[in-house]
């Protein structure tokens, strides 16, 4: 089973940015990133990242950029479906509401498909940097989420309707298909079709020890959700990757 570690720069500031758009730059007097040390001993310590032992990585500008790289290893087959994947993220980017209404999407039309179309079929106009990781569990990529928290996170953002039971608490991702009047309506006690259960489990940034080496790393910029001053963190992430 191939492991993949997708890094969003924003997890390592001092406070989230909630729901911006475009690309203009936070101000470096509000969010401050951590120093160089910290983010190398979190990268060594943590996720048990070496200079001498680099893995296969990409460096992205937004994190739907992700996904597409996903889809690449799958289909030059350097990875099998499913995978698991440790998402460290300032953010869920499960959010399949925001900044489209993709989430009715997901419902009401791409769950109904067989899991085997979903990829090859979906409106790739509906995915974004906000939403990507809802995507890719819906094409069935996974067998396991691990979302590392930032200190601050709100979870507000995980959307109840993915997880079983519509608990949070259950950490069993179960997604469900709907007929669309029951979503226009807010009716989700009867779903047409329920995927494979995945285990999502929820991991406090001061928790956080992989058990594990990862097979291939993304880390992604997010110009519009970090400042200029955090932009040294990508080339410190070069010291342990071979970009592909």
Sequence with gaps: MSRILDIDMDFFL????????????????????WKEKGF???L??????????????????????AFYFW????????????????????????KAGYPSNALNYILG??????VSRRLKEFNRNEMGPANYLSFAITCGFFNKVELVIHPDFDYRDLPTLFFKEGNV?????EMKAYEKKAIEYSNFHCPVHKDPEIPFQIIRYEEFQSQYYYDYLVF?????????TADFMIEVIKDYIIEI
């Design 14 to 33: 001092n406070k989230i940015a909630i729901e911006k758009t475009g690309d203009v730059r936070l101000d470096e007097n509000d969010y401050v990133p």
């Design 40 to 42: 190398r001993l979190f």
């Design 44 to 65: 060594e310590g943590r996720c048990n990242l070496s200079k001498e032992n680099k893995i296969l990585g990409r460096i992205v500008k937004d994190h739907d950029k």
């Design 71 to 94: 889809e690449e290893l799958i289909k030059e087959k350097n990875i099998e479906v499913p995978f698991q994947v440790t998402h460290v993220d300032a953010h869920t980017d499960l």
């Design 109 to 114: 039309d791409l769950l109904h498909l067989p």
């Design 169 to 173: 608490d259950t950490s069993i991702l």
């Design 220 to 228: 992604c910029q997010s110009p519009g959700y970090t400042p200029k």
